[in-house]
């Protein structure tokens, strides 16, 4: 046993930032998600399940608008950081095409929601919680997240995203009263997070000493060339995720929308714990990869989806219980079905930052979503013909990602990539 706990020490040590990487990473993602817990029975009651439904379906619009301008770059410009972190250059060339390229796509985006506006009504009734939602979305160009991911600084983005987080509450109980405070509840929830944005933004031309500049179209080519594999690949997942969502509100109502939010929110906690174990170590182990520390990655990775699933399941019912109230009971039933996603979430991550991406097998990554994509789809159609309820769309979600685990484990076996 003491043997065991000082090899677990001399890992520590060994990997100090990783584990420090990691530890960052986790506790921010953890920390918002356990402030958005604390704040979700208070909203529940407050605004009621159809005007913080009718919020949620909005911010899901909202992200399908997003993914055409933010998806792709973050992967492709992680790997450049993670083998570049000592040149000042090089990190400004990526930052500013990066830069570039997303305000190129918000222009467009922002063009789309101004047609939607003057031809969708329900987009026209709430158009100012669609533009302010949007607006949030220019800050995220000026705070790139993956910037600080490949250099290993997570520690800086902690505490920039939580002071906001933290601020947000004490507004939230002073001036969220009523379903008729929709307006400025959407409005806190956008404005503390913009400005962490433009303080990062100082930060960076600042103290890192970057030098943002918009980058001659022709020489975006290459960015967007590298981008696509993922930008399809992100697109895929949020057209299927955002997707349960949008059919959700527009044919069971925005109460559904809510419970099905309800248990979102507790399957993202233990997805919170998984998924940031791979970004942690990528920039770590990119550098000096085998097969033999892929393996050994795979059985730990195994053991611990394995173990939050069973977790999900046995204590999901009084985690929906204590915040959504008997009302919001039937988000159980889907946190179970749910449950299995946190594994293969995890064995996917896998696959990719340790297979696909060192050997810029990026088409992979793309064909594997575009796999879940049409399994989604077509259980969901076949389902949904013969039982019309949420739990068909939440089932073929669950379903559509096991196909994805298959499909990786056949094209890895296929090409002989292990």
Same mark, same amino acid.
């Given at each position: ?348 991550? %896998? ?56 499909? %990786? ?10």
């Amino acid at each position: 046993m003491r043997k065991k706990i000082r090899h677990i020490k001399l890992l520590s040590l060994n990997n100090l930032k990783i584990v420090e990487n990691y530890f960052f990473m986790t506790f921010l993602q953890v920390a918002v998600v356990l402030i958005n817990l604390l704040l979700y029975p208070y909203l529940i009651r407050t605004l009621g399940k159809e005007s913080y439904g009718t919020y949620i379906f909005i911010l899901s619009n909202v992200q399908l608008f997003v993914l055409f301008f933010a998806s792709g770059f973050s992967f492709p410009a992680i790997k450049k950081i993670s083998l570049n972190t000592d040149n000042l250059q090089i990190k400004s060339q990526t930052i500013s095409e990066v830069f570039t390229a997303k305000f190129i796509l918000f222009s467009f985006c922002a063009v789309v929601l101004a047609i939607c506006i003057f031809f969708v009504p329900f987009v026209r009734e709430n158009k100012l919680l669609y533009i302010i939602i949007l607006s949030t979305s220019f800050g995220d160009m000026l705070f790139p997240l993956w910037y600080f991911q490949g250099m290993q600084q997570m520690k800086f983005v902690t505490y920039v995203n939580l002071s906001g987080r933290l601020l947000s509450i004490p507004l939230i109980f002073i001036f969220v009263k009523s379903p008729a405070d929709l307006f400025v509840f959407t409005l806190i929830m956008s404005i503390l997070p913009f400005c962490g944005c433009l303080f990062t933004f100082f930060y960076l031309t600042g103290k890192e000493k970057i030098r943002f500049r918009f980058v001659p179209l022709k020489t975006l080519k290459p960015v967007f060339k590298d981008a696509m594999p993922f930008y399809w690949t992100t697109a895929f997942s949020q057209l299927k995720n955002e997707g349960v969502k949008f059919i959700t509100g527009i044919f069971w109502g925005m109460d559904n929308v809510a419970i099905y939010d309800l248990a979102n929110k507790i399957i993202n906690i233990a997805g919170i714990l998984t998924g940031s174990i791979n970004t942690a170590i990528f920039p770590k182990v990119i550098k000096n990869l085998s097969a033999e520390k892929i393996k050994r990655i795979f059985r730990y990775e195994t053991i611990i989806g394995l173990s939050i699933t069973a977790l999900l399941i046995a204590f999901g019912y009084w985690a929906v219980l204590i915040l959504g109230g008997k009302d919001m009971i039937g988000a159980y039933y889907l946190v179970v079905i749910m449950s299995i996603t946190v594994f293969t979430s995890l064995l996917v991550g %896998c696959y990719v930052n340790y297979i696909f991406v060192p050997q810029n097998r990026y088409y992979f990554v793309t064909k594997n979503q575009l796999v879940s994509l049409i399994s989604f789809a077509f259980i969901a159609i076949v389902g949904l013909i013969f039982y019309k309820n949420i739990i068909i769309l939440v089932g073929a979600l669950t379903l559509s990602q096991i196909a994805e685990v298959f499909y %990786c484990r056949y094209v890895i076996r296929e090409n002989q990539f292990i």
